[in-house]
């Protein structure tokens, strides 16, 4: 119960402090022993010591609290603050008593702070007690409990010490204690002393850029007048015309007409390129009927692949640059290779001399790449190269010029084929998908007639060796079979598509005697065989060959081309260590690889095969050619 002090009205018995005992007329009897302060918080506050809770008064009825005079609660309100006033006093002499000794340790700022916390806590424990006493019950305690902490306290400090005080007063002391040595031991203001010098230290200075004072009256700086284009009378002068500036072309287009064949390694009036001019000149023609020439077996082609060997004398830089295209001359006595390279330039290597130096003659009848070059079949000593600037010429060792045969400065060339065995037609593809058609008998070097095809690039023309109306065409995804003689120049829709290229396609041949097989090399690493025997509406595919084809920026493309003595087998370089040119038999299965050691370490991404003799020929991408023979 308690009581309200706004309507003066007591509700209930009251708890009333030792001190005013006297005033109230208690009873004469022993005093009550002493009951201790609750444990309700987690800090422990101070309570009054035990003189001042000497016992309690027993509680009042009603009917007595309501017969006290008002002169009798005047007295009992002027006993209980001097009560208060004693309590604090008493309080405040324990605490210095008992915690002087053990704050020595401390600082000064850490004591300053702990004694401000325990006048405030004595404060706060006094407005508690007094609220406690006046207002409400005071909870019981277990004794128990009360007992075992003093116990506790009594092994580890003197009883001495903390005569006089409840078990919870001595508890709080100790825990008082204890803290202050624990940070004591800390040395937290020293810590904080040097955290807050680092961080002095570190801050940089603050630097406020100055700005320049403008000046009001002063002149200002002083510029070119020829700059701003005014003459010194002040005029402003006219402007001049911008005249354009030229870029040179780096590979500029030769003059047109027919060119010297002049060797850029060699002097002009050197007698061993005459002699070597007047020795092709004088070899004969030779007429080989590949049609009527019987395939030799797997077996006896393996053996004659075997013996073929690379060494040292058959390996030599041949142009400057990257070769694009290799070709083998048809003789039976003499072993020439001609090359083309990126530059432009045309390369030939004879193979017959005992020095390396004196066989390798470098012509520049193009400006830029040579991607497509052949022996003509109709005279062995001609040999027609194409070229990306536009230009198809004929070389001609009997006269020593390259003689212009097609130009188009319009359009870039890519590759062409014999359309006639006589070598008289030709068909031209062009980067950009057009078809035309080239009579060497007419005079002047135009085309007979272009076609716009329905391909949007053409990388390799190639015509059918029997059926010589039908020629195929690689493009970008997809390989179309055209009739010359069904060619619209508006537009012609091809005979056949071949449309299962997933990717880029990078050649695309008949087989070299009857033309009943098609290969393709594709960028999505496979080699595709086609059975070509019958041309019609579709053409099955007979046989898928993984093959990496990757070859990269800097390397060329792989081209898979037919044997021209065994036609049903495919040669093309290789991507594998050590490196090696591999060939394949139509049904997929790997008959030979050439292994060159050491003298075979670069990838041949062109490859040529004599069409009559054992001898293989391959260019890299630095200009060398590799010649495999018996």
């Known amino acids: 119960m308690y009581r309200d002090h706004r309507n003066a009205r007591v509700r209930g018995p009251l708890h009333w402090p030792a001190g005013v005992r006297a005033g109230l007329r208690s009873p004469p009897g022993p005093a009550p022993a002493p009951v201790p302060a609750p444990l309700l918080l987690l800090y422990p506050l101070p309570a009054p010591p035990a003189e001042i809770l000497a016992g309690r008064r027993p509680l009042l009825s009603r009917e007595k609290m309501g017969s006290r005079s008002a002169s009798?609660?005047?007295?009992?309100?002027?006993?209980?603050?001097?009560?208060?006033?004693?309590?604090?006093?008493?309080?405040?002499?324990?605490?210095?008593?008992?915690?002087?000794?053990?704050?020595?340790?401390?600082?000064?700022?850490?004591?300053?702070?702990?004694?401000?916390?325990?006048?405030?806590?004595?404060?706060?424990?006094?407005?508690?007690?007094?609220?406690?006493?006046?207002?409400?019950?005071?909870?019981?305690?277990?004794?128990?409990?009360?007992?075992?902490?003093?116990?506790?306290?009594?092994?580890?400090?003197?009883?001495?010490?903390?005569?006089?005080?409840?078990?919870?007063?001595?508890?709080?002391?100790?825990?008082?204690?204890?803290?202050?040595?624990?940070?004591?031991?800390?040395?937290?203001?020293?810590?904080?002393?040097?955290?807050?010098?680092?961080?002095?230290?570190?801050?940089?200075?603050?630097?406020?850029?100055?700005?320049?004072?403008?000046?009001?009256?002063?002149?200002?700086?002083?510029?070119?007048?020829?700059?701003?284009?005014?003459?010194?009378?002040?005029?402003?002068?006219?402007?001049?015309?911008?005249?354009p500036t030229l870029i040179a072309d780096e590979n500029p287009l030769l003059p047109p007409g027919p060119l010297e064949m002049t060797p850029e390694n060699r002097d002009d009036d050197n007698d061993l390129f005459k002699g070597f001019l007047q020795t092709w000149a004088e070899v004969s023609k030779t007429n080989i009927k590949n049609t009527e020439k019987e395939l030799s077996s797997i077996k006896n082609y393996k053996a004659n692949l075997n013996g073929m060997v690379i060494n040292e004398d058959t390996v030599h830089k041949v142009t400057k640059g990257p070769i694009l295209s290799v070709a083998l001359h048809p003789s039976e006595i003499r072993t020439l290779v001609a090359a083309g390279a990126k530059s432009g330039q045309v390369g030939l290597w004879d193979l017959t001399h005992q020095s390396e130096e004196d066989g390798i003659y470098v012509f520049q009848p193009h400006s830029q790449p040579v991607s497509c070059l052949y022996f003509s079949p109709a005279n062995p000593a001609h040999i027609l190269s194409l070229s990306y600037d536009g230009t198809l010429r004929c070389g001609d060792f009997s006269r020593a010029i390259f003689e212009e045969v097609c130009r188009d400065e319009r359009s870039s060339f890519s590759s062409f084929d014999f359309l006639g065995e006589d070598a008289s037609t030709l068909i031209v593809g062009h980067w950009n998908g057009n078809i035309s058609l080239v009579d060497r008998r007419t005079p002047g070097t135009s085309y007979e007639k272009l076609i716009n095809s329905s391909l949007r690039k053409i990388r390799t023309v190639h015509v059918h060796p029997v059926h010589r109306q039908y020629f195929i065409t690689a493009g970008l995804r997809d390989t179309h079979i055209y009739d010359a003689r069904h060619l619209n120049p508006r537009g012609s829709q091809p005979l056949i598509s071949l449309t299962e290229h997933t990717k880029s396609i990078a050649s695309a041949y008949f087989s070299p005697l009857t033309g009943n097989r098609v290969v393709t090399t594709c960028a999505d690493c496979k080699l595709r065989i086609f059975d070509s025997s019958c041309i019609s509406s579709q053409i099955p595919l007979l046989t898928t060959i993984r093959h990496n084809t990757i070859t990269g920026r800097w390397l060329t493309r792989f081209q898979a081309v037919w044997d021209p003595k065994q036609e049903d087998c495919v040669i093309v370089g290789s991507m594998a260590h050590p490196r090696r040119v591999e060939i394949f038999h139509e049904t997929g299965k790997q008959v030979h690889s050439f292994f060159g050691g050491e003298c075979l370490v670069s990838v041949c991404s062109i490859n040529a095969m004599h069409p009559t003799r054992y001898i293989l020929a391959g260019g890299n991408s630095s200009g060398k050619i590799h010649v495999f023979m018996n």
């Open 72 to 243: 009798e609660e005047k007295a009992g309100s002027r006993q209980r603050l001097q009560v208060k006033k004693c309590k604090k006093t008493e309080i405040r002499k324990t605490c210095r008593r008992i915690l002087t000794p053990k704050m020595e340790a401390t600082s000064s700022k850490t004591e300053s702070t702990l004694q401000k916390s325990s006048l405030d806590v004595c404060t706060e424990s006094n407005k508690r007690q007094h609220k406690s006493t006046s207002d409400t019950v005071i909870p019981s305690v277990d004794m128990e409990s009360i007992q075992n902490l003093d116990s506790d306290e009594d092994t580890t400090l003197g009883l001495d010490e903390f005569s006089g005080l409840s078990p919870y007063e001595r508890k709080r002391l100790k825990n008082i204690s204890e803290n202050a040595n624990f940070f004591a031991s800390l040395h937290l203001s020293a810590s904080a002393a040097r955290l807050r010098e680092m961080i002095k230290k570190r801050q940089p200075p603050e630097s406020k850029r100055k700005m320049p004072k403008k000046r009001e009256n002063g002149t200002g700086c002083r510029r070119s007048m020829r700059l701003l284009k005014v003459d010194p009378s002040g005029v402003s002068l006219p402007a001049t015309p911008t005249q």
